[in-house]
């Protein structure tokens, strides 16, 4: 659909439910343009650009967003941090480094306009930065375009011009080939940022699937994406679900303008026509092989001929390969003809496309769980079989809509004891825990025989809720093989990592064990925190060799909190434990793209956590963020994972440069320990720390590191020593105990924390290169940094600068990050601790009564400290303090 959506401006549509209100957030973030938006600042750079930008996009791609997001942020003071641009960006990831400049004068000029200005422009010669900034430049009239061509010529001014695809002048082409302006070229927004648009639009209240369906929709055009969420808030089709959540009823959204620009696209076509667009529409993808069967050649080809069919080229495929499907043109085109399709009709078609597909066994797992849709859709009942076998390949799909679904329809057509195993599988991977647990108190009162097979998925539901006395409960009902399985993962998310090794190890060696698989991802997991990554890599070749041997994984195993499908996770795991970082971050990173492309719920926000995490590691805090921030639209829906997620997005948080009145930070109050205790311990301390509290900081770091060495938990006492090294705080008595580490990013970061502690300058520098060759980019620089200070104490200058360098190379791939350690990179004279929480906080907006009153002391002695800060650091003020603190 290539036409234009026109809508008019609104003051943000709103739905009342009962006594809830939903309201469509005029202006979200901006999602999915930062490389885009880096390259044109860069090109506006008064010294190192060219003439200008000129953006080039279809209709509806958001063109004018992204030049106004430019615009307020090369007029700011010239970092692309600041700005009220880059703090509605603050959620979403960084910026890409780019090279300050003085802020730009900005005209925003209208096409008929621009003749006017450029001509006084070329007589005033003014050196001043200035940017001319023109929406729609496609109309600006042919004398007006060589002004424009005489102003890049002379560098007057630089441009901005953003334009249609298909209505760029004769004239700009050479402009972009000789270099005078950068052509950045907007095609629609990739999936995920379609998704993050549509979810931030309504503020993050609604549900993934409803996201997915509106993203699906709007094919990553913004424009018709808010022309959709405008239409379902004034049908009313939002609707309010349990848990508060928002979710997109069955129904199409449409406005007028949505309706016209349907009414274009079909009303011309043919009875046949349409006819066949709808029978492809039902069955998207609709099988290539097949349709060719039920439907006309001619009819086909008509329709593809009119652009109404999306077909893929056939030199795409190997020979003889079936493979290829046939959807409709446009998804919103697709949605409109489902929705049209009158009851009886549908029946036929789908009842059509049933009997056209191969015998059974020779169709594709996709093949099955599609037809066993279509007889539900029809008002058949599937053969129970195929019920089954359908739910249990949704599941291992990760499609949990569709699993949900067909489990509840084969409970009530075959209430058998498979049906109700399925049926409590998919409650479970779609965190309904209440469904859950009402079920199986249903199931046991009619149906008692069928009790044992539900035992073990409510006694894990219970454990991701975190009732933990309720899954003992249930365990003590379990048969032995069962219950040591469900030991182990009681244990693992307890933190009691040795005693989860245990358990899982004895269920790991059974072959035959039904959890033989989460038993070893358990082990795997619990030796990494134990400090034992490289035999946690031992196990994983293991494992996969088993699971490559066996096939097809068990039907419900998907569905499981250490599901086969989580090796890959837990791989990453212990690569990042031994030091391969980078390996860590790309197998996460094609784990967490797979899911995302498949729109799997609930699996996209555990894997883009695991790679949150990842990222984290290697020190690219702002990029790890969005992962870090659950909503109904992006959420794992089990406790622990959720406050794992709460844990590192302040952790996060305290990472990144001060602002002053910026967001209030997640006290974490409510949490307590598990398997996530030492990182918890750690966040907590970094906001002690931040709000000068440094005696509490030290507290909560030292009673977690003597918690995970009476444990066993090394690699937890190594995080703990290594964050009061990056904290400036006492180091732990037990740092220079002999501990048995197994990975060389783990005794780096031990050898970090002692070195940080002795001042031992040989033993800081062998740390830095140890973790910069692991990937932990941020950790060394940090260490860079430690170790420039340390020999400019010893009077090694010219040591201390090269030092001061490495440091600044390795922050240059980390984006935007202001630790303790980088406070003040560079500097000559050496600030005392005190001076340092000074002025940390007064960076933060904090007066110097405020400051006083959490430190303890006066005003006047806080005054008396930021003078002699000032002093020594060149600071002029709290606002330059703060650009020194992140510099």
């Known amino acids: 659909m290539a036409s234009t959506v026109h809508t008019a401006p609104s003051a943000g549509p709103y739905l009342i439910h009962g006594s809830a209100e939903l ?67 603050s959620a979403e990831g960084a910026l890409p480094a780019v090279p300050r400049a003085t802020a730009h004068h900005v005209e925003h000029l209208t096409p008929w306009g621009v003749r006017a200005a450029a001509q006084r422009l070329l007589r005033a010669a003014s050196r001043r930065p200035r940017i001319l900034w023109v929406d729609d430049a496609h109309l600006v009239p042919p004398d007006g375009l060589e002004s424009l061509r005489e102003l890049v010529h002379q560098r007057q001014a630089r441009l901005l011009l953003a334009v249609t695809a298909d209505e760029v002048p004769a004239h700009f082409p050479p402009l972009w080939k000789d270099q005078h302006l950068v052509r950045v070229d907007l095609g629609p927004l990739d999936v995920l940022s379609t998704r993050r648009l549509a979810s931030a639009l309504l503020d993050h209240q609604l549900t993934q699937p409803s996201v997915v369906r509106l993203a699906t929709m709007s094919a990553g055009n913004p424009l018709l994406l808010r022309e959709l969420v405008r239409a379902a808030l004034a049908q009313n089709l939002l609707v ?146 195929l019920l089954l076998d359908s739910v249990a390949q949704a599941l291992r799909d990760h499609d949990v809509p569709t699993a949900v679904r067909l489990a509840a329809a084969a409970w009530d057509a075959h209430p058998t004891a498979a049906a109700a195993e399925l049926n409590a599988r998919a409650m479970f991977a779609a965190a309904a825990f209440q469904d859950l647990h009402d079920f199986v108190a249903k199931v046991g009162l009619g149906h008692p025989e069928h009790a044992t097979l539900l035992a073990p998925v409510e006694a894990r539901a219970y454990l991701v809720e975190g009732r933990y006395e309720e899954a003992d409960r249930v365990a003590r009902e379990l048969a032995d093989g069962q219950c040591v399985a469900l030991a182990a993962v009681t244990a693992f998310l307890r933190g009691r990592f040795s005693d989860a090794l245990h358990h899982a190890e004895g269920v790991c060696r059974d072959h035959t064990a039904p959890y033989w698989m989460e038993a070893g991802l358990i082990a795997m997991g619990s030796l990494c925190r134990l400090g034992r990554p490289h035999d946690a890599l031992d196990l994983y070749a293991d ?79 702002r990029d790890a963020l969005p992962h870090f921030a659950f909503t109904p639209a992006y959420q794992v829906g089990w406790q622990p994972w959720h406050a794992k997620a709460r844990i590192h997005s302040a952790l996060a948080h305290s990472s990144l440069p001060p602002t002053p009145h910026g967001q209030v930070a997640d006290r974490l109050d409510d949490l307590e320990g598990g398997f996530y205790g030492a990182e918890l311990a750690v966040a907590r301390a970094w906001q002690a720390h931040r709000r000068g509290d440094q005696d509490v900081a030290t507290g909560l770091l030292h009673a977690a590191g003597d918690a995970a060495l009476d444990d066993g938990r090394y690699a937890d006492a190594v995080l703990v020593f290594h964050e009061l090294a990056r904290l400036g705080l006492p180091a732990h008595p037990a740092v220079d105990r002999d501990i048995p580490l197994q990975g060389a990013f783990l005794r780096g970061r031990l050898h970090l924390a002692r070195a940080v502690s002795s001042g031992d300058v040989k033993q800081l520098g062998q740390a830095c290169r140890v973790l910069a060759d692991a990937g932990a980019l941020l950790y060394a620089a940090e260490g860079y940094a430690e170790l420039a200070r340390l020999q400019r104490r010893c009077g090694k200058d010219r040591a201390a600068t090269a030092s001061t360098a490495q440091a600044r190379s390795l922050l240059a791939q980390c984006g935007e990050v202001a630790t303790p350690p980088l406070h003040f990179l560079g500097e000559t004279a050496a600030l005392s601790p005190r001076e340092r929480t000074v002025a940390r906080l007064a960076a933060q907006g904090l007066t110097d009564k405020e400051i006083a009153g959490q430190l303890v002391v006066s005003p006047r002695t806080v005054s008396n400290t930021l003078y002699r800060i000032y002093q020594k650091v060149g600071a002029s003020d709290r606002r330059h303090l703060r650009r020194l603190l992140s510099s």
């Not at 860069?42 to 958001?62: D, E, F, K």
């Not at 195993?557 to 434990?577: I, T």
């Not at 956590?609 to 020190?619: H, K, S, V, Y």
Request: with cysteine.
């Open 23 to 89: 309201t469509m957030v005029d202006r979200p973030a901006l999602v999915g343009r930062d490389r885009e938006l880096c390259l044109a600042l860069r090109a506006l750079h008064p010294s190192t650009g060219p003439g200008g930008v000129l953006i080039v996009g279809a209709p509806g791609v958001g063109k004018t967003r992204l030049g106004e997001e430019i615009v307020a942020a090369a007029s700011s003071s010239g970092d692309p941090g600041g700005g009220p641009a880059a703090e509605d960006r």
């Open 543 to 621: 494992l996969r060799e088993r699971r490559d041997l066996r096939g097809v994984p068990a039907p419900g195993e998907p569905s499981l909190p250490f599901g086969e499908d989580s090796l890959e996770e837990m791989h990453a795991l212990a690569l990042l434990g031994v030091g391969r970082l980078e390996d860590a971050e790309t197998v996460l990173t094609g784990e967490y793209r797979r899911v995302t492309q498949r729109s799997c719920v609930r699996v996209d926000a555990q894997r883009g956590l695991a790679l949150g995490i990842a990222l984290q590691e290697r020190g690219r805090v």
């Open 240 to 385: 309010q679900d349990d848990s508060q959540a928002w979710r997109l009823g069955s129904g199409v959204p449409g406005s007028r303008a949505l309706r016209e620009l349907v009414a274009r696209r079909l009303s011309p076509l043919s009875d046949d026509c349409r006819q066949v667009l709808e029978l492809i529409a039902l069955a998207e993808p609709a099988p290539l092989h097949v349709l060719e069967k039920i439907a006309p050649a001619d009819t086909l080809l008509a329709l593809e001929d009119q652009g109404l069919l999306r077909v893929p080229d056939p030199r795409g495929h190997r020979t003889g390969q079936d493979g290829s499907s046939v959807t409709v043109a446009h998804p919103y085109l697709g949605h409109v003809l489902r929705q049209s399709v009158a009851p009886l009709r549908r029946r036929h078609y789908l009842r059509t496309w049933a009997a056209a597909l191969p015998p059974l066994d020779a169709r594709r797992p996709v093949d099955r769980v599609r037809l066993t849709q279509w007889h539900l859709d029809a008002g058949d009942i599937p053969e129970q079989g």
